[in-house]
């Protein structure tokens, strides 16, 4: 299994960037796609997740700025993030299950991709 995650870089306060996560060697429908976070010293956190029929719950610390979303026909996960806020600045990582979970024990995880938000 393989999740390739790409789409960080540097933004400024109030900008958008959209994270994508490529999966292979899973059958990606049968999946529950999540998004996770670790910002220097901090453990990582859960961002938000989509389970295999399309339901959607996010981390209080959203607010309503991020969206998630997955194309199966291309085995991809998405997250849309706008009102970027330096907080918001972490590594960004993708994860796969067979269960809906919020917690950090998911069975594949990807690589990371770095979000840096500027003031």
């Known amino acids: 299994v393989q999740l390739q995650a790409s789409g960080g870089g540097l933004v400024q306060v109030g900008g958008s960037l959209r994270l994508s996560c490529a999966a292979s060697?899973?059958?990606?429908?049968?999946?529950?796609m999540g998004w996770f976070r670790q910002a220097p010293g901090k453990e990582r956190e859960f961002v938000a997740v989509?389970?295999?029929?399309?339901?959607?719950t996010y981390a209080n610390f959203v607010e309503g700025r991020f969206t998630i979303s997955r194309d199966n026909a291309k085995n991809t996960v998405y997250l849309q993030m706008n009102s970027l806020k330096p907080e918001d600045t972490a590594i960004y990582y993708c994860?796969?299950?067979?269960?809906?979970?919020?917690?950090?024990?998911?069975?594949?995880w990807g690589q990371g991709t770095q979000v840096t938000v500027s003031s």
């Open positions: 989509i389970s295999r029929s399309g339901f959607k």
């Open positions: 994860a796969a299950d067979p269960e809906f979970k919020r917690d950090t024990s998911y069975s594949h």
């Open positions: 060697g899973l059958r990606f429908s049968l999946y529950t």
